[in-house]
């Protein structure tokens, strides 16, 4: 079973700044299997960035995913007040990781 | 366009069984796969496990077998999750997602039901 780590835990940031989350897997993912989701609030998650760099339909380009085998990035290049939420990084078809909480600062 | 439509809240006693349902609509319901991710109050995500509505086939995460049993309805396109022997630490909200192979990225997501396990 591979082991998803995101980090940091918590990013706080002013809207406009750029955002970089880190997710590591404990082995390679393969085929770059990998997917973002976001979730706000008492909502469900959306998915965001699959195959570890496209963008789902519909996501803005600020969006972007990025890594390959154990090392996964996902950013956001200027935060726009719609985008502080919780991401996770998920393994295809199975485990998350523990999620990254993007805040106001 | 592809939706996924939830049962409404439930609230159980410990020791009780919970069967969430998952409605689905605007595609082909046997073509897929139905997951279900669990999320505790304040928690990350928990995936569960996953049916083939087509062949009834089922794959359950090690942590939920024994505990939980996932099945379809291809007449209603309708899908099913029941958790038995309830404790307060099932309580949660309960996600259906769907994705077209086992090993594939979910999209889209239903709702989400949440269940309270309390005596």
């Known amino acids: 079973e591979i082991v998803l780590t995101q980090s940091p835990g918590t990013l706080s940031l002013s809207p406009g700044e750029r955002a970089t989350l880190s997710c590591r897997a404990s082995?390679?993912?393969?085929?770059?299997?990998l997917a973002w989701y976001q979730q706000k609030p008492g909502q469900a998650p959306k998915l965001l960035i699959y195959g570890a760099s496209s963008r789902a339909t519909g996501i803005p380009d600020r969006f972007s995913g990025s890594g390959s085998g154990t090392d996964f990035t996902l950013t956001i290049s200027r935060l726009e007040p719609e985008d502080f939420a919780v991401y996770y990084c998920q393994q295809y078809g199975t485990f998350f990781g523990p999620g990254t909480k993007v805040e106001i600062k | 366009q592809v939706q996924l439509v939830q049962s409404g809240a439930e609230v159980k006693k410990p020791g009780a069984s919970v069967k969430v349902s998952c409605k689905v609509s605007?595609?082909?319901?046997?073509?897929?796969?139905i997951h279900w991710v669990r999320q505790a109050p304040g928690q990350g995500l928990e995936w569960m496990g996953y049916?083939?509505?087509?062949?009834?086939?089922?794959n359950y995460a090690q942590k939920f077998q024994g505990s939980v049993t996932m099945t379809g309805d291809t007449s209603i396109t309708t899908a099913y999750m029941t958790l038995r022997r309830l404790t307060s630490g099932d309580t949660a909200v309960y996600y259906c997602?769907?994705?077209?192979?086992?090993?594939?990225?979910?999209?889209?997501w239903g709702q989400g039901t949440p269940v309270i396990v309390s005596s």
């Open positions: 049916i083939n509505p087509n062949r009834g086939a089922t």
């Open positions: 605007g595609y082909t319901f046997t073509d897929y796969y």
């Open positions: 997602a769907m994705s077209a192979g086992t090993t594939d990225w979910f999209d889209p």
């Open positions: 082995q390679s993912v393969g085929s770059n299997y």
